[in-house]
């Protein structure tokens, strides 16, 4: 099995500045690797997938590098609507699974 | 306008049995899997399984085999995540994505599912 750890689990930044978020897998992934935002009372969110390829409509500021098993999620200039939860998450074909870090909590200083 | 529309909100007791629905609208319900996952109150993402609306193949994580049965009903462009004896621990909230070889692009809003104890 697949174990996808996240760093840091609490991230505090100000509004203006970058954000740099990390995910490694415990084995490669390739680019199998997803990034989610998740507010609270709220469904998640997918941002980025294929590693680095942002989903329609996410914001430029929202980029995604990486590949093999270490993965960073970069916000170039915060939002202070950008305050959530990310998960990270990645896919493997056999057997199938669908596996998430445990979150890194981005939060506005 | 791609959505997945999940059943409202449970209160069930220890040992019953439950059934809560995912209903796509908006594209071919059978071109793509759905998957389930679990969110514990206060804790992180668990993706439970998945299935193939077209023949109803599942995979499930071996944290949840033989603990849920997922099912799906492409008449009704519905899939199902069943429980047949709860437990307070499946006290969490459940969504259900639409899923790809890689992603889930799209999430329905969650089913809540409380089980007091």
């Known amino acids: 099995e697949i174990v996808m750890t996240q760093s840091p689990a609490t991230l505090s930044v100000s509004p203006g500045e970058r954000a740099i978020l990390s995910c490694r897998a415990s084995?490669?992934?390739?680019?199998?690797l997803a990034w989610y935002q998740q507010k609270p009372g709220q469904a998640p969110r997918l941002l980025i997938y294929?590693?680095?390829t942002r989903a329609t409509g996410i914001p430029a500021r929202f980029s995604g590098s990486g590949s093999g098993t270490e993965f960073t999620l970069t916000i170039s200039s915060l939002q202070s609507e950008d305050f959530g939860i990310y998960y990270c998450?990645?896919?493997?074909?056999?057997?199938?699974?669908?596996?998430f870090g445990q979150g890194t909590k981005l939060e506005i200083k | 306008e791609v959505q997945l529309v999940q059943s409202g909100a449970e209160v069930k007791k220890p040992g019953e049995s439950l059934r809560i629905s995912c209903k796509g609208s908006?594209?071919?319900?059978?071109?793509?899997?759905i998957s389930w996952v679990r969110q514990m109150p206060g804790k992180g993402l668990e993706w439970m399984g998945r299935?193939?609306?077209?023949?109803?193949?599942?995979n499930y994580s071996p944290s949840f085999q033989g603990h849920v049965t997922i099912s799906a009903d492409k008449s009704i462009s519905t899939a199902y995540l069943q429980w047949s004896s709860l437990k307070a621990s499946d006290t969490a909230m459940y969504y259900c994505a639409r899923q790809t070889a890689t992603t889930s692009h799209y999430w329905g809003q969650g089913t809540l599912v409380t089980v007091p104890s």
């Open positions: 299935i193939d609306p077209t023949d109803s193949y599942t």
């Open positions: 908006g594209y071919s319900f059978t071109s793509y899997w």
């Open positions: 294929g590693a680095s």
């Open positions: 998450q990645q896919s493997q074909n056999w057997p199938p699974a669908y596996t």
């Open positions: 084995q490669s992934v390739s680019s199998n």
